[in-house]
C-alpha cells in the first residue's frame, strides 16, 4: 500500500494508515490512497475506518464488492459523498497472484505476444473531496509509473505542460485514466504493423498463408477491445455528465479548476473515442484482407482453368486429325504417299501453332 499526500507541489509518501489517521488530510490539498486489491481484502476494516476518520463516509458494501471483482467492466457509479469509477486497463504480463491471474486470464492465445497483451484487468477509484482511493491489480504498473512520475516532478518542481502536480482528487483519478488509455494507444500502432505484416502475406501471390489461427485470434481479440473501449467510452460519459451536476464553485479559482476538469474529462473522453475508431478500422482492414484473399485465390484459379482450357481447345484439332488419319480404310488420301506423315504432321503443328497465338492475343494463356 502506497499513501501521498499531495498538497501545491509537494508530494509526502508514506505507508502507514495509522500515521495517516493522525496527521489527518493536508490543509489545502488532499491524499491519494493507492493499494492492491488483495491489500484492500485485507485491509478493509483500517481503510474503511481511515476513510471514515478523514472523509466522513464509508463506501457501500456493494461498492466493496465492485472494487474486489476482477471480472468488472468499466463502469461509473455515484453516491452524495463520492463517486466510483471502474476502468480496465491493459494487463502487463503474469503479474499478481495466482487468484488473480486465473480470473483475469482465463485463456491463452496462440500467435505473436502482440495479441496476448490484449487482456485486461479493471481498476477501481473511489473519489472523495480530498481523498483518491484507488485498487489496483497486484504488481500494477500503472500505479508504480504514476507515482513515479508524481514524485519526480514533485521533486523537481517541473511546470512542464501537462506536468503539474494534481490539484485534486477527481483530476488525479482523470491522469492516472488518461495515463492507462495511452497503453491502448501505443498497443494500436503495434497491432497496426502485425496486421500489415499479416495483409501483406494475404495478397502476395507468392506466399502461401498458413497462419489463419493468429488471424482468427487478432480478429477476436480486436473485437474484445472493442467492447472494452465503449465500456471505459459509456463510463467516461456518465462521469462527463455527473460532473455537469456538481455544485457551482464560488470563486474564480474552484471555477477554472472544475473547467480544467472538464477539459481533462474531455480529452480523456476523445483518446478513448480515438482508439474505438481505431480498433474498428483495424476489424475492417482485417476482414477486408481476407475477403481480398480469397477474392485474389478465386481469380487465380479462374487463371488457371482458363489456360487449361485454352491448351485443352489447341489439342481437340489435333486429336480429331489423329483420329481421322487412325480410321481403318485402306483407300484415304495422303495415306499412302510418302510423305504423307510429314504432311499430316505439319498441318497439326500449324494448327497448334495458330490456335496459340490467338490464345495468347487474348489473353488467354496468362497465369
Same mark, same amino acid.
Not at 506466399?207 to 488471424?215: A, E, K, M
Not at 476538469?261 to 481476407?290: C, F, G, K, P, W
Given at each position: 500500500?502506497r499513501?501521498? /499526500?499531495?498538497q ?5 509518501e508514506?505507508?502507514?494508515?495509522e500515521?495517516?489517521q493522525?496527521?489527518?488530510l493536508?490543509?489545502q490539498?488532499f491524499v491519494?490512497?493507492?493499494?492492491d486489491r488483495?491489500?484492500f481484502e485485507?485491509?478493509?476494516?483500517p ?5 471514515? &476518520?478523514?472523509?466522513d463516509?464509508?463506501l #457501500? ?5 465492485? +472494487? #474486489?471483482n476482477?471480472q #468488472?467492466?468499466s463502469?461509473?457509479?455515484?453516491t452524495?459523498?463520492?463517486d466510483?469509477?471502474?476502468f480496465r486497463?491493459? /494487463?502487463?504480463?503474469q ?6 491471474i &486465473? ?7 496462440s ?5 496476448r497483451?490484449?487482456?485486461t ?15 489496483h491489480?497486484?504488481d500494477? !504498473?500503472v ?12 521533486s &523537481?518542481?517541473?511546470?512542464a505542460?501537462?506536468a503539474h502536480?494534481?490539484t485534486?482528487s477527481a ?7 488518461n495515463h492507462?488509455v495511452?497503453g491502448?494507444l ?8 502485425? +496486421?500489415d505484416?499479416?495483409?501483406a502475406q494475404?495478397?502476395?501471390?507468392k ?11 487478432a480478429?477476436?481479440?480486436?473485437h474484445? #477491445? ?11 460519459q ?6 455537469k ?5 464560488r470563486d474564480?479559482?474552484g471555477q477554472?479548476e472544475?473547467e480544467?476538469l472538464?477539459?481533462?474529462s ?10 474505438v475508431?481505431?480498433?474498428?478500422r483495424?476489424?475492417?482492414?482485417a476482414?477486408? !484482407? ?10 487465380r ?8 482450357t485454352a491448351l485443352? !481447345?489447341v489439342f481437340?484439332?489435333?486429336?480429331? +486429325? &489423329?483420329?481421322?488419319f487412325?480410321?481403318?480404310f485402306?483407300?484415304m488420301?495422303?495415306?499412302h504417299?510418302?510423305y ?5 504432321m505439319?498441318g497439326m +503443328?500449324l494448327?497448334?501453332i495458330v490456335l496459340?497465338g490467338y ?7 496468362n497465369?
Amino acid at each position: 500500500m502506497r499513501i501521498f /499526500a499531495i498538497q501545491g507541489d509537494t508530494v509526502h509518501e508514506s505507508d502507514s494508515l495509522e500515521n495517516l489517521q493522525i496527521s489527518g488530510l493536508p490543509p489545502q490539498g488532499f491524499v491519494w490512497i493507492a493499494c492492491d486489491r488483495s491489500e484492500f481484502e485485507a485491509q478493509l476494516a483500517p481503510l474503511q475506518a481511515t476513510i471514515q &476518520a478523514l472523509c466522513d463516509v464509508q463506501l #457501500l458494501d456493494l461498492h466493496v464488492t465492485d +472494487l #474486489l471483482n476482477t471480472q #468488472l467492466p468499466s463502469h461509473y457509479d455515484y453516491t452524495s459523498k463520492y463517486d466510483l469509477l471502474v476502468f480496465r486497463r491493459l /494487463a502487463a504480463g503474469q503479474a499478481g497472484n495466482g487468484a488473480e491471474i &486465473a480470473n483475469t486470464h482465463p485463456t491463452k492465445r496462440s500467435g505473436p505476444p502482440i495479441l496476448r497483451r490484449i487482456d485486461t484487468s479493471p481498476v477501481g477509484f473511489g473519489v472523495m473531496d480530498r481523498l483518491l482511493l484507488t485498487v489496483h491489480p497486484s504488481d500494477c !504498473a500503472v500505479r508504480d509509473g504514476y507515482a513515479a512520475k508524481l514524485l519526480q516532478n514533485a521533486s &523537481a518542481k517541473s511546470h512542464a505542460a501537462g506536468a503539474h502536480t494534481p490539484t485534486g482528487s477527481a483530476d488525479l483519478m482523470l491522469r492516472i485514466v488518461n495515463h492507462m488509455v495511452d497503453g491502448y494507444l501505443a498497443l494500436r500502432r503495434e497491432l497496426t504493423r502485425q +496486421l500489415d505484416h499479416w495483409q501483406a502475406q494475404l495478397l502476395n501471390p507468392k506466399t502461401r498463408f498458413n497462419n489463419w489461427s493468429s488471424l482468427l485470434d487478432a480478429r477476436l481479440a480486436l473485437h474484445q #477491445l472493442d467492447e472494452v473501449c465503449e465500456d471505459q467510452r459509456a463510463s467516461i460519459q456518465d462521469w462527463i455528465e455527473a460532473l455537469k451536476t456538481w455544485p457551482e464553485p464560488r470563486d474564480a479559482a474552484g471555477q477554472r479548476e472544475r473547467e480544467l476538469l472538464q477539459v481533462r474529462s474531455r480529452d480523456v473522453l476523445e483518446h478513448i473515442e480515438r482508439v474505438v475508431r481505431h480498433v474498428r478500422r483495424l476489424e475492417q482492414n482485417a476482414e477486408t !484482407a481476407v475477403q481480398m484473399h480469397f477474392s485474389a485465390q478465386s481469380h487465380r484459379t479462374n487463371d488457371i482453368m482458363r489456360a487449361l482450357t485454352a491448351l485443352t !481447345a489447341v489439342f481437340l484439332p489435333l486429336n480429331l +486429325l &489423329a483420329g481421322i488419319f487412325g480410321m481403318n480404310f485402306e483407300f484415304m488420301p495422303v495415306l499412302h504417299l510418302a510423305y504423307g506423315f510429314w504432311w499430316a504432321m505439319g498441318g497439326m +503443328l500449324l494448327i497448334a501453332i495458330v490456335l496459340m497465338g490467338y490464345f495468347w492475343r487474348k489473353h488467354y494463356l496468362n497465369l
